[in-house]
Structures are given as C-alpha cells and as structure tokens.
C-alpha cells in the first residue's frame, strides 16, 4: 500500500535551533517525494522535491531510499518557519499526490 | 505570479443538495486535480483530470462526484447529493507536467447541515 507517514503532529522549537521534521513512505515503485507548506491564512505551496536537490528557504530533505525515509532539516530554525508541512509522495503516472497526516512547527522566539 | 482560483470560498448546504465547486486553473496547465481535507485529518486525493478526462479517481470519489472542464477554463466538482461526511476543505491543484509542482487553489470549506 502506498502511504506517507509524519510520526509528528507538532514540533516546537527555539529560534536558532535545528529542526528535522520526519516523514516515512512505503511505496512499491521508485518514487517521486515532496515537501509543501502551508502558512497561517496562505495556500498549500510546494517547498521542495527530492528530484530538483535543491535548499529551499535554508531547508533541505534527503531521499533515503534504504530506510524509505524523506526527513526535512534546517540547521537554524527562523520564526518565519512556523507552518504546517507536509510531506506528499507523487504515485503512479497521474501526479496524483499522497500526503502525510502534516507536522505543525512552531518556532518560539 | 499565477494563482489558481476557487470558488466560493465558504460554502454552506443541506443534506441532499447538489453543490458545484469552481476552479480557475493557471492558464497553460493541463493536468488538474481535487483533494479534501476533512478537520484534522490529512488531505486525500479525490482525482485527476487530464485531456478532458478522469485519469485516477479514488474510492472516495464514487458516482455521487463529477468533474468537468466545461468551457475550457473553470474545472468544477460536482456533489450530486451532499451528505453530512462530505463537510471538509476541497482543494483544487493544477500542474503543468505530470508531477511536477501541483500548484493549489485556497480551498472551498464546505459545510453540509
């Protein structure tokens, strides 16, 4: 069965701190795994996927395809990171999307 | 920077109504979705639409759910006859490729009474 997991509902940290927000997915093929966003009052926007590598925002994620795992970290957390993200595996070819239950950080001042 | 539109933004029903939700996809994308979100859980896929078709549907979307692109622009989902359970947040997503960035609309809350 396809399905992403983020053992996580909240994660509250200090400013300055490290944050690793984790997600987990169990999918038969190879897949295709991104991490969105969604600040308070805004739309679902997508923060990055592992295809493009890239360091969004000072955050990255590694796909561990041994440990089926897709953690995003970012060494300093910032205030302007509280949000609720999500972790999504793209399934099949239709793009369809498959989210995980969502991690809410809250970064304290 | 283009946005994906929905709309109403709010809306509220009684049990057995239809409700049409409207969406306003980024102008060159061709694939397009609807995802729910019912309170506190997590956001599930609903199905994908591509060339004037349904590509995947999942089981939540069964006959009493339609979609159609009628005059090439708005992508709408129909609830034929709302039920209490189908009160949640509808997003639409549409995406340029096929998995790529799906970009979302803000969401439609609807609210069966």
């Known amino acids: 069965a396809q399905r992403v997991t983020q053992p996580e509902k909240l994660l509250s940290v200090f400013k300055g701190a490290p944050v690793e927000l984790k997600c987990n997915y169990s999918y038969s093929g190879s897949p295709e795994l991104f991490w969105y966003v969604q600040y308070s009052r805004q739309r679902l926007q997508l923060l990055l996927r592992?295809?493009s590598r890239e360091s969004i925002k000072g955050f990255t994620a590694d796909l561990n395809k041994g440990e089926t795992s897709f953690h995003l970290k970012k060494p300093f957390a910032q205030e302007e990171d509280s949000a609720m993200y999500y972790c999504a595996l793209s399934s099949g070819n239709t793009g369809k999307l498959i989210f995980g239950q969502g991690t809410t950080l809250q970064v304290k001042p | 920077e283009p946005e994906v539109t929905q709309t109403p933004s709010h809306q509220v029903t009684q049990m057995g109504q239809e409700v049409i939700l409207r969406c306003v996809p980024i102008s060159n994308h061709l694939y397009f979705y609807w995802y729910r979100q019912i309170l506190g859980q997590k956001v599930e896929f609903l199905v994908s639409?591509?060339?004037?078709?349904?590509?995947?549907k999942s089981e939540i979307f069964d006959d009493q759910f339609s979609v159609e692109r009628p005059d090439g622009s708005n992508f709408t989902l129909k609830i034929r006859s709302t039920k209490l359970e189908d009160s949640a947040m509808y997003f639409c997503a549409t995406d340029r490729e096929v998995g790529t960035e799906a970009f979302f609309g803000q969401g439609t809350r609807l609210t069966v009474v």
């Open positions: 592992h295809i």
């Open positions: 639409f591509y060339n004037n078709e349904i590509s995947e």
